[in-house]
């Protein structure tokens, strides 16, 4: 599975943790990263994903459905799931500030063995490291 | 001339500059079946 993620696209890294099934990936300075690539990656690999955490640093917009996302690079945003965090952002949306923040992009539905690596990815903010 | 393209430049530097910036820094995952 490491050498399967660190074949794809803008991964610089792959660390992974057998103890605690932890998976940490760095991707390159300057290289698009796909979440949703990892994701399918990971379970072409035989294993399942559990969860997936990002630190990611961009803009907040509104999406084609009107929803409050993240950009984070000029043609990929993330939907971002409303919670008491996400409120905070709304009024950063469509200026310049650039946010830096903590979120779970993706989380296996209870209940089922296989993850389903074609699900949309949504960005549920766990914390809001820095507003720039 | 120089002038109007040295502001174009800029104005399109600081419309580019934030987004160059924006990016995903880390992803950390969680896993099961890994032997």
Redesign the interface.
């Known amino acids: 599975?490491k050498q399967h993620l660190g074949r794809q696209s803008g991964v610089q890294n792959v660390e992974?943790s057998?103890l605690?099934?932890?998976?940490?990936?760095?991707?390159k300075?300057d290289g698009q990263?796909d979440?949703a690539q990892?994701?399918k990656a990971?379970y072409d690999s035989?294993?399942?994903?559990?969860?997936?955490?990002?630190?990611?640093?961009?803009?907040i917009v509104k999406d084609t459905s009107g929803s409050l996302a993240l950009?984070?690079?000029?043609n990929r945003s993330f939907t971002i799931t409303p919670s008491d965090l996400s409120k905070g952002l709304e009024a950063l949306q469509d200026t310049?500030t650039?946010v830096?923040v903590r979120g779970q992009l993706y989380k296996?539905p209870a209940g089922k063995n296989k993850a389903d690596p074609s699900a949309l990815l949504k960005l549920l903010i766990l914390e809001v490291q820095k507003k720039e | 001339m120089n002038t109007k393209r040295l502001a174009l430049l800029v104005l399109l530097g600081s419309m580019v500059m934030?987004?160059a910036?924006?990016?995903?820094?880390?992803?950390?995952?969680?896993?099961?079946?890994?032997t």
Request: charged residues 25%; glycine residues 8%; neutral net charge.
């Open positions: 599975m992974v057998l605690d099934g932890k998976v940490e990936i760095t991707p300075k990263i979440p990892l994701l990971v035989g294993v399942t994903a559990a969860e997936m955490d990002v630190i990611a640093r961009g803009k950009q984070v690079e000029p310049p650039v830096i296996k | 934030p987004m910036q924006a990016q995903i820094k880390h992803i950390e995952m969680r896993v099961e079946g890994m």
